[in-house]
């Protein structure tokens, strides 16, 4: 990803909320391509270099969510998903698909420009200076320096943002963390109320880690506070 002019693919098929999104990015010296629907939008993807992924669910010939699940074939790329208001089992889907993130509509150029720069820095993998190059809980092995979890002597597939929840979880493996507590040391500051986030990602966590995600020996949920890490 170029640190000085990042590309943004925006996929909408409202002309007057694409043209909102670029006027906003590009006089913020963002690189902006635009698309109406998800076969505009992965003939784009694929073809360029592109650094972050704003997309309507809601499209016609190819809607967001299966546009998701397609780049999630290739690429780890961070997503946005635009959602109506009150539409949480989009969200949850487009999560599921491999979203990173979402706004609900309508959103300003506030809430849109907070949710770019904190999608961007968690792409870059950790915020965590790789002096303590491993951590071992358990069967767990987190290589800060090559970004890898190792389970029982696998390597896994992680995304940006799984990697970086479960070293934070692990580094502080027996302490009870709210929702909130998560939410601003791995998502950023910009966040806190987003218990769905957790909900799905832990999850995700769990279906990789456990050896029965039903029943969770590392990644234990602590009723009305959060999430704990035992190992």
């Not at 546009?67 to 539409?87: D, F, H, K, M, N």
């Not at 979203?99 to 968690?122: C, H, I, N, Q, S």
């Amino acid at each position: 990803m170029s640190t000085n002019t990042p590309t943004v693919l925006v996929v909408d098929d409202e002309k007057s909320l694409r043209d909102f999104v670029r006027r906003n990015l590009e006089v913020r010296n963002f690189n902006v391509e635009t698309a109406s629907n998800g076969l505009e939008a992965m003939s784009i993807f694929n073809t360029q270099n592109v650094d972050l992924v704003i997309m309507d669910i809601m499209m016609p010939h190819l809607d967001g969510l299966e546009t998701t699940r397609r780049i999630r074939q290739t690429s780890l790329v961070p997503i946005i998903i635009l959602t109506a208001l009150g539409e949480e089992a989009d969200k949850v889907r487009a999560f599921d698909m491999g979203a990173d993130d979402y706004l609900t509509k309508p959103f300003g150029t506030g809430e849109l420009l907070g949710r770019v720069k904190a999608v961007l820095r968690r792409a870059r993998w950790s915020e965590y200076p790789a002096d303590n190059e491993e951590i071992t809980r358990g069967e767990i092995i987190a290589n800060l320096d090559r970004h890898e979890i190792t389970v029982r002597g696998k390597i896994l597939k992680m995304t940006p943002t799984e990697f970086n929840l479960l070293v934070y979880m692990m580094r502080h493996t027996g302490k009870a963390l709210s929702h909130r507590l998560i939410l601003k040391n791995v998502w950023g500051p910009e966040y806190g109320e987003e218990a769905e986030y957790l909900r799905v990602y832990m999850g995700k966590l769990r279906q990789k880690i456990e050896i029965d995600p039903l029943k969770p020996e590392y990644l234990l949920t602590e009723r009305g506070i959060g999430y704990r890490f035992t190992g």
